[in-house]
């Protein structure tokens, strides 16, 4: 038997890897390591840049690498048992190949692998150390990912790691024209065609079409939509109408399609993550999420019956940031591996 008693956790970006190593009890050892991903020159060189983590992680911990037990691997991507499946903002051969099965040719340690923000789940149950019952994070981002944590901090990811895709739940929300909106997958009516930064700039610029906003600023540039959509979240800050009605509509609808997963795994907490969490007018947007919640969900879900004042769900903002899923992925380690 392995008398390892690290684990490491390494979150596969874009851009680069962070990396975090813990000990048994669940102590972070060191600072976290962050190294260039090199994703789009293909997996192996990824893989390259994960040993120099590693090495570095060890090296600061004052350990060897056969002390580490087990390593949880996510990446910014839909995956199954190890293989990505779906889109990724990666390199073309990481999709459909072993990654967990060719990473441990080089490394010869159990590797498990998830998602970003299955990852990001488990990192915000693990820095909530007074928490002890289920989580639900749900992360708008340039899409809107999920995660869920049972109580006792172990990741629920379903029987063949596809639960949780939360952006693609059914809402009844539809265009001026009646129309429900596309979505990238392929689907019409998801939530993620309301609660994302693709659906951010399709509303935005059905919105700028409008006589009432025929005036606003950012119909008197030449910037992309992109560039134009970038601009709202200091927009709104800045007390701008139009930017606001955006993203009201997005907590509502938010809050609304929480309530269905409410519904079905009644977590008592919902983190709400993605970059929406450093605005400054997150307070409002955390109550328009409770007022679309409110709008479908039914009492229970928002007040105990015997005391009025004590809630059955609690929202909460994402508190780990960039770190969130290179701990939370150490701690599934731990959880699947000593
Ligand atoms: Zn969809």
């Known amino acids: 038997m392995s008398k390892a008693k690290h684990f490491a956790g390494l979150d596969i970006g874009g851009s680069t890897v962070k990396a975090v190593i813990i000990n048994s009890t669940g102590d972070q050892v060191g600072p976290i390591v962050e190294v260039k991903s090199h994703v789009k020159d293909g997996y192996q060189a990824t893989f390259k840049q994960l040993e120099a983590a ?3 992680l060890t090296k600061n911990a004052g350990i060897d690498r056969k002390d580490i037990g087990g390593i949880g691997l996510d ?3 839909p995956s199954s048992n190890g293989v990505i499946w779906g889109k990724a903002n990666l390199g073309d051969d990481w999709v459909g190949t072993d990654i967990c099965a060719e990473l441990n040719k080089h490394l010869n340690i159990p590797i498990h692998m998830t998602n970003d ?3 990001a789940a488990v990192g915000e149950y693990a820095i909530r150390h ?4 289920a989580l639900l994070l749900v992360a708008p981002g340039t899409g809107l990912g999920g995660g869920f944590v049972l109580p006792g901090g172990k990741l629920y990811e379903g029987a063949n790691g596809l639960a949780l895709e939360v952006g693609h739940i059914s809402v009844p929300f539809t265009e001026d024209d009646g129309s429900l909106p596309s979505c990238t997958c392929g689907l019409k009516g ?7 930064l693709v659906a951010l700039r399709r509303r935005l610029s059905i919105e700028l079409q409008k006589p009432e906003w025929k005036d606003h600023a950012l119909n008197a540039t030449e910037a992309t939509i992109e560039e134009k959509a970038f601009k709202l979240r200091t927009l709104a800050e800045h007390g701008d109408a139009l930017s606001i009605q955006l993203f009201k509509q997005q907590g509502f609808i938010l809050g609304y399609g929480i309530a269905d997963l409410v519904r079905t ?3 008592g907490l919902v983190v709400i993550g993605g970059g929406l969490a450093e605005a400054k007018f997150r307070n409002d947007f955390l109550d328009w999420v409770r007022e679309g919640f409110a709008d479908r969900a039914w009492p229970i879900y928002r007040h105990s019956p015997i005391d009025p004042q004590k809630e059955t ?3 909460e903002w994402a508190e780990g940031g960039d770190a969130a899923a290179s701990i939370g992925m150490a701690y599934t380690a731990r959880e699947l591996f000593s």
């Open 54 to 56: 590693l090495d570095e």
């Open 190 to 196: 998801c939530l993620e065609a309301w609660v994302s």
């Open 75 to 77: 990446v910014p991507a």
């Open 265 to 267: 795994f009644d977590p």
């Open 117 to 119: 923000c299955n990852a």
């Open 313 to 315: 769900t609690r929202f």
């Open 130 to 133: 007074k928490h002890l019952g």
